[in-house]
């Protein structure tokens, strides 16, 4: 693994952490607050958060309602660095509790990162979450990720 991909996992690492762990300023540091580019998609909301006001308020309300993440375990991890910008895909096995369901909300959830570096320093400035909508059997086709 070279430097600057081991630098991408560091913070990959710490995005994992920030989310297990529900901490607000660990995940929050992990951005480029100040970016005109910072886009914020998750699963939940049917357009992107925009910019570091935006994606502070939402991880500061996001803990009011999620409560723990019992489960979270990375499927798949590849990370591709190309000068100074890089990407993160990842699929993880989760189960998130939380005030709104009464029972776990469980399932493999994708994400996308895209970081560039700021100094000697990665940051993520997109994002992207979903989660699979199986549809391969009806469409009369199965695809392996």
Same mark, same amino acid.
């Given at each position: 693994?070279?430097?600057? $991909?081991?630098?991408?996992?560091?913070?990959?690492?710490?995005?994992?952490?920030?989310?297990? $762990?529900?901490?607000?300023?660990?995940?929050?540091?992990?951005? +480029?607050?100040?970016?005109?580019?910072?886009?914020?998609?998750?699963?939940?909301?049917?357009? #992107?958060?925009?910019?570091?006001?935006?994606?502070? /308020?939402?991880?500061?309300?996001? $803990?009011?309602?999620?409560?723990? @993440? #019992?489960?979270?375990? #990375?499927?798949?991890?590849?990370?591709?660095? @190309?000068?100074?910008?890089?990407? @993160?895909?990842?699929?993880?096995?989760?189960?998130?509790? /939380?005030?709104?369901? #009464?029972?776990?909300?469980?399932?493999?959830?994708?994400?996308?990162?895209?970081?560039?570096?700021?100094? +000697? +320093?990665?940051?993520?400035?997109?994002?992207?979450?979903?989660?699979?909508?199986?549809?391969?059997?009806?469409?009369?086709?199965?695809? +392996?990720?």
């Amino acid at each position: 693994m070279s430097d600057m $991909t081991a630098a991408v996992d560091t913070v990959y690492q710490n995005w994992c952490k920030a989310w297990r $762990t529900l901490d607000t300023d660990l995940m929050l540091s992990l951005f +480029d607050l100040q970016s005109d580019d910072l886009a914020y998609q998750s699963e939940e909301n049917e357009g #992107p958060l925009v910019g570091g006001e935006a994606l502070t /308020t939402y991880w500061n309300r996001a $803990t009011e309602f999620l409560k723990e @993440i #019992p489960t979270w375990e #990375p499927l798949v991890k590849k990370i591709v660095v @190309i000068g100074d910008s890089a990407f @993160i895909y990842t699929k993880l096995q989760t189960s998130l509790l /939380t005030s709104i369901f #009464p029972e776990a909300y469980e399932g493999e959830l994708r994400a996308t990162l895209g970081l560039v570096k700021r100094g +000697d +320093d990665w940051r993520i400035i997109q994002y992207h979450e979903s989660r699979q909508l199986d549809l391969a059997k009806e469409m009369g086709f199965a695809l +392996d990720a």
